[in-house]
């Protein structure tokens, strides 16, 4: 499992190039699972490298050997019933990758107990496997022997393969967690952008108030001015009125009739 912290999370990739994520207070149960797994790769590399050298052993070494195969085989039994109980404690999301795995590593203790039985007849002397032995049942021992250096050269190229799908999977973690980084940056610009935004529509709301009460002011002091110029107007023709009825007046109070002045002009 390769992983990486990410807020509350921890971010899994799996050998097939998933991804998902798992909280962090399992993240303690996958690292133990990870190092059975890794004990478990040790062990059952002993016990293949061990089961080639068996066939060209005899007496007390072969013997030796044999013991110390079968205790890294049950010893390998054991870590899988470990495992196993693991696999139970984890969360859903992580179990079925891990399930897979599980059913590769039974088959592999599987066929290394059958290359193990298969090594412990197979002896170094020809003499005594002639003995133990018949023509038919010794040439099926020898196929049997090739067909182990067989499954160990295909174990060889296995293993390259699981290499190579490994740093695989590593670069497609980084590259997967290249990309969320990238799209954390771009969501952190967009929010700065809509909050820019934001505080742009509020600034032109308050541009577009002023405007408005702005015009709703020059519209008074128009309506001001125009009544005032009407007042003006008014009072204007109201002097005007009153001027001509003065005036009216005044010529009404002037006496038309010039006889009475002509008369005594006369008499003196």
Do not use: W
Request: proline residues 4%; charged residues 25%; positive net charge.
């Amino acid at each position: 499992l390769k992983r990486r912290q990410h807020g509350n999370y921890v971010i899994v990739c799996y050998y097939e190039e998933k991804f998902c994520k798992i909280p962090s207070q399992h993240l303690v149960m996958t690292t133990v699972f990870e190092s059975y797994e890794q004990q478990f790769s040790t062990i059952t590399a002993d016990i293949t490298a061990r089961i080639n050298k068996i066939p060209n052993l005899t007496g007390t070494e072969k013997k030796t050997a044999c013991g110390v195969v079968q205790g890294n085989i049950d010893e390998s039994g054991e870590l899988l019933e470990q495992m196993e109980v693991e696999l139970h404690d984890l969360p859903p999301a992580v179990r079925p990758p891990l399930t897979h795995r599980m059913g590769n590593y039974r088959a592999e203790l599987e066929r290394l107990k059958k290359q193990f039985k298969q090594a412990q007849v197979a002896l170094g002397d020809l003499g005594m496997r002639k003995e133990l032995f018949g023509p038919e049942e010794l040439r099926t021992s020898e196929d049997h022997r090739s067909t182990m250096m067989e499954n160990t050269e295909r174990l060889g190229k296995t293993a390259n393969y699981l290499g190579e799908g490994k740093r695989i999977a590593v670069e497609t973690e980084q590259i997967g967690l290249e990309i969320m980084d990238n799209l954390q940056r771009d969501r952190e610009t967009i929010n700065r952008a809509r909050n820019r935004l934001h505080g742009t529509d509020n600034e032109l709301n308050k541009g577009s108030r002023i405007v408005t009460r702005i015009s709703r002011r020059i519209i008074q002091h128009k309506l001001i001015f125009a009544g005032l110029v009407i007042g003006l107007v008014v009072v204007v023709l109201i002097i005007i009125a009153i001027v001509v009825v003065v005036k009216f007046k005044v010529l009404d109070n002037i006496p038309t009739d010039p006889t009475p002045a002509t008369q005594s002009t006369s008499g003196r």
